[in-house]
């Protein structure tokens, strides 16, 4: 069962970020992404096999997020070093950006600190923002196995489209 989250609600501004892509050393901006619906999705990190396990359903959704003009990012709160070689190999077609000193993490509520199963970490979690950069949906994982229902989060999107574009 997700977690509530105690930092952000839906209705409210997703917290502005600048964060390293690993691959080419660019800096990517949230800014740079909003004007379209966005899933975002934070992860423990490339190493973690239940957040590879979502990236991959997430670039087999690439099809149904194109569909409905949106895009995707992930985070992950890892050091951009040791993501590097794993995305060479895996070439997603969105930006997996780390967050290494865990700061955006903390920002959207998804940080763990330490519990049995993760130590100064995210929790899983996805986030569907407007096209203006308003929360539509979150759902923060209890459990590193959780997962968000796909189906719901297209839906999701399908009414953010027009959302951010009224607001």
Same mark, same amino acid.
């Given at each position: 069962m997700?977690?509530?989250?105690?930092?952000?609600?839906?209705? &409210?501004?997703?917290?502005?970020? +600048?964060?390293?892509?690993?691959?080419? !050393?660019?800096?990517?901006?949230?800014?740079?992404?909003?004007?379209?619906?966005?899933l975002l999705y934070f992860g423990r990190g490339t190493w973690c096999p239940t957040?590879?396990?979502?990236? &991959?359903?997430?670039?087999?959704? +690439?099809?149904?997020?194109?569909?409905? !003009?949106?895009?995707?990012?992930?985070v992950m709160a890892q050091n951009p070093a040791s993501m590097k070689a794993f995305l060479a190999a895996?070439?997603?077609?969105?930006p997996v950006l780390a967050d290494a000193d865990r700061e955006v993490v903390k920002e959207y509520g998804v940080y763990v600190r330490a519990n049995f199963e993760s130590i100064h970490i995210a929790r899983p979690s996805n986030f569907v923002l407007d096209a203006a950069g308003t929360i539509r949906f979150l759902h923060i994982a209890s459990v590193q196995f959780e997962f968000a229902?796909?189906?719901?989060?297209?839906?999701?999107?399908?009414?953010?489209?027009?959302?951010?574009?009224s607001s």
């Open positions: 997700a977690r509530e989250s105690r930092v952000l609600k839906v209705g &409210d501004q997703a917290p502005a970020f +600048a964060l390293p892509d690993p691959l080419t !050393g660019n800096v990517v901006r949230l800014a740079n992404f909003l004007g379209k619906p966005l957040c590879r396990q979502w990236m &991959d359903a997430m670039q087999r959704s +690439a099809p149904e997020l194109e569909r409905r !003009g949106a895009r995707a990012i992930c895996k070439r997603y077609p969105f229902s796909l189906p719901e989060i297209l839906a999701v999107l399908d009414g953010a489209a027009t959302a951010g574009r």
